[in-house]
């Protein structure tokens, strides 16, 4: 449900000159509360996965660790069964179909909705690879926080390139595969130095020592060997020649 989500809020976000409104900031708003109740629970899914790989955790730390994720669970469960949950969905189903977006009839707005989906999507593509490349910039300095903004930056592309597919001049279409499989390689070790940052806040909420905590956390030299990896695929990605934008 989490995946499916954040695909559907990054094609929001791939066609978003096209879909401007009051509406759609009301339900990115509740799209965003909806992927906070989702993420929280998965975090400890994945932390609970890698305690499980623990040779011989201790029967507080395990059971910390469970309780957080029955309280996740609770809370996501509560959401889910909620008023709210139902209006969004209903909501979101409305808007796709004939939101206010559909009916604008501004010059502006009809041009831009009419306008081709391959130059579009194509050099929109282009745009988002651009950024995730100078956010890459020297991803060895950076701290948690910026890494943390590139991943979100490389997930977003590769679910965009994903979307479109089937929107993008065919020619294009060897490229845009090559670049998904480096995408992936970087996402993968960016993913794995953010779940270990998100264990490492559960720690400090839990009052636990980190040091007591064995394998549970990435020592310094997992921690380079990932991002090496990373830096490599941004390297490459950064030397394959990137798709030429067709003609508007």
Not at 6 to 29: K, Q, Y
Not at 60 to 84: D, Y
Not at 157 to 164: C, G, R, S
């Amino acid at each position: 449900m989490r995946v499916a989500l954040t695909r559907l809020r990054t094609t929001i976000a791939l066609f978003s000159p096209m879909l401007e409104g009051d509406d759609g900031v009301r339900l990115a708003a509740e799209l965003k509360w909806l992927n906070a109740h989702l993420g929280m629970v998965r975090d400890l899914d994945v932390a609970l996965e890698r305690l499980a790989k623990i040779k011989q955790p201790t029967d507080a730390t395990e059971r910390a660790w469970r309780n957080e994720r029955a309280a996740g669970q609770r809370h996501l469960s509560r959401a889910l069964g909620s008023s709210r949950y139902r209006r969004l969905v209903r909501d979101l189903a409305a808007w796709i179909e004939r939101g206010d977006w559909s009916r604008k009839r501004a010059k502006e707005a009809v041009e831009r909705r009419a306008r081709p989906a391959e130059p579009y999507c194509s050099e929109k593509l282009q745009e988002w690879r651009k950024k995730l490349l100078k956010k890459s910039r020297k991803l060895k300095d950076v701290g948690a926080r910026k890494r943390h903004q590139v991943r979100l930056a490389n997930k977003r592309l590769n679910y965009a390139i994903e979307a479109a597919a089937k929107l993008v001049p065919t020619g294009e279409t060897p490229t845009q595969q090559a670049t998904l499989k480096l995408l992936r390689k970087a996402q993968k070790s960016l993913g794995q130095l953010n779940d270990d940052e998100r264990r490492r806040s559960f720690l400090r909420a839990l009052g636990e020592d980190k040091a007591d905590q064995g394998d549970l956390l990435l020592d310094s030299k997992q921690k380079k060997r990932l991002l090496r990896k990373a830096v490599k695929a941004y390297d490459e990605l950064n030397e394959l020649e990137p798709p030429k934008t067709s003609d508007c």
